[in-house]
């Protein structure tokens, strides 16, 4: 069964215990103390680092932005001196999904959808479903939320139990497929968490490189409380850009731009959405989440060989979760090696022995592989 952990209370802060240990049930006075560092990303895995150091801690698609979409930026940029106005990148976005524009509000980055959530609607009682991306949690504790944990179980492949979710929570919020499992839960599954008066709020970052992004509920007008947060951030190497977009009931939506700042998404970034929905680009994008999966299960079979490593799967995202002995001393000779892997234990649910891995290429992946060898040789000596 899952574990339901109330939080904030006060927690172990020791990485080696991995799952938190949960002490008394009084908030924490500063709604901060989590036992898990939520704000580390895998940019801090890169950050200051020399071009030599190959990067598999950042789930953005190598080789991006693409030439015509940097094209297409760059000429946005002289239209500057006016002010941002979304309505044709909204009615793109729309267009996208087959959806009505008012189901539509664009982001500056997924990020700041969990933030607006936070702000605007009033959860008596959130959960975040873990192990996934962090900052839903961060969000919601920094707008003065007691958030209570769904930890899935590692034993399941932390896939999501029909009764994980408490009956009474009126804020669930799940990833798929979920950073950093890259589990893929069934969109009907997923549905089926609805409730009359909870917000369900599914996370589908990664969706675009899932081949045919089978089991999304993008496009779901039938699901009531349903919120899709999409990011163009991965597979189109915008991050440094910040878009991303909310897809929802229209009360939610006006909810929502309440408590959003003006102007929060930039005219590049509107154009970069704009062109990013348009048939070419989503064609090209289908071809990339091809490439990736290929990808992918080359990086699985080649991990294989490694006694030492257990891959979690079906993975179904441009990243893999895996587990070894060691894997924290792992991480730092790999860097050494010349290679950057995300670490695991700053996830809710998982410990120091994990770590996660971006797909790239087949060549990078024979030389990471190579590298991880000496780097569990060495460790085991």
Request: charged share 20%; no cysteine.
């Given at each position: 069964m899952p574990s339901r952990i109330p939080?904030?209370?006060?927690?172990?802060?020791?990485?080696?215990?991995?799952?938190?240990?949960?002490?008394?049930?009084?908030?924490?006075?500063?709604?901060?103390?989590?036992?898990?560092?939520?704000?580390?990303?895998?940019?801090?895995?890169v950050r200051g680092a020399d071009a030599d150091l190959t990067d598999l801690a950042v789930n953005v698609r190598a080789g991006?932005?693409?030439?015509?979409l940097k094209a297409r930026i760059a000429d946005s940029l002289d239209g500057l001196a006016?002010?941002?106005?979304?309505?044709?990148?909204?009615?793109?976005?729309?267009?996208?999904?087959g959806l009505p524009v008012g189901r539509v509000l664009l982001t500056a980055g997924a990020a700041e959808a969990f933030v607006l959530l936070a702000r605007a609607i009033p959860a008596q009682r959130p959960v975040v479903v873990h192990p996934q991306f962090t900052e839903p949690e961060a969000a919601l504790r920094d707008a003065g939320?007691?958030?209570?944990?769904v930890i899935l179980d590692e034993r399941n492949g932390f896939r999501l139990a029909p009764d994980a979710v408490p009956e009474d929570a009126d804020l669930v919020v799940?990833?798929?497929?979920?950073?950093?499992?890259?589990?893929?839960?069934?969109?009907?599954?997923?549905?089926?968490?609805?409730?009359?008066?909870?917000t369900l709020v599914v996370d589908e970052a990664f969706m675009d490189a899932v081949p045919g992004e089978r089991e999304s509920l993008a496009d779901r007008t039938d699901v009531p409380g349903l919120?899709?947060?999409?990011?163009?951030?991965?597979?189109?190497?915008?991050?440094?850009?910040?878009?991303?977009?909310?897809l929802a009931e229209p009360h939610t939506v006006t909810a929502l731009e309440r408590v959003q700042p003006l102007w929060p998404v930039s005219s590049p970034a509107l154009t970069a959405a704009e062109a990013c929905c348009a048939p070419p680009a989503l064609a090209e994008a289908a071809r990339a989440a091809d490439r990736t999966a290929a990808d992918r299960a080359h990086l699985a079979d080649r991990l294989a060989q490694l006694a030492e490593v257990r891959v979690c799967g079906p993975a179904a995202g441009p990243f893999l979760l895996i587990r070894l002995p060691g894997a924290?001393?792992?991480?730092?000779?790999?860097?050494?090696?010349?290679?950057?892997?995300?670490?695991?234990?700053?996830?809710?649910?998982?410990?120091?022995?994990?770590?996660?891995?971006?797909?790239?290429?087949?060549?990078?992946?024979?030389?990471?592989?190579?590298?991880?060898?000496k780097a569990i040789a060495e460790s085991d000596a």
């Open positions: 939080i904030p209370t006060p927690m172990s802060t020791d990485p080696s215990a991995g799952l938190p240990t949960s002490g008394s049930a009084t908030p924490a006075a500063d709604g901060v103390s989590t036992g898990f560092d939520l704000r580390h990303h895998g940019d801090a895995e991006t932005p693409p030439d015509w006016a002010y941002p106005d979304g309505r044709t990148a909204r009615e793109a976005v729309a267009a996208r999904h939320h007691t958030v209570e944990r799940i990833g798929n497929p979920t950073n950093p499992t890259s589990v893929l839960h069934p969109a009907d599954a997923l549905a089926g968490l609805a409730r009359p008066g909870r919120v899709v947060l999409r990011s163009l951030t991965k597979t189109w190497g915008l991050a440094g850009l910040r878009i991303g977009y909310v924290m001393a792992i991480r730092t000779r790999l860097r050494e090696l010349g290679f950057a892997v995300r670490r695991g234990d700053t996830f809710p649910g998982l410990g120091p022995d994990w770590l996660r891995l971006a797909v790239r290429d087949r060549a990078t992946t024979d030389r990471f592989v190579i590298a991880l060898a």
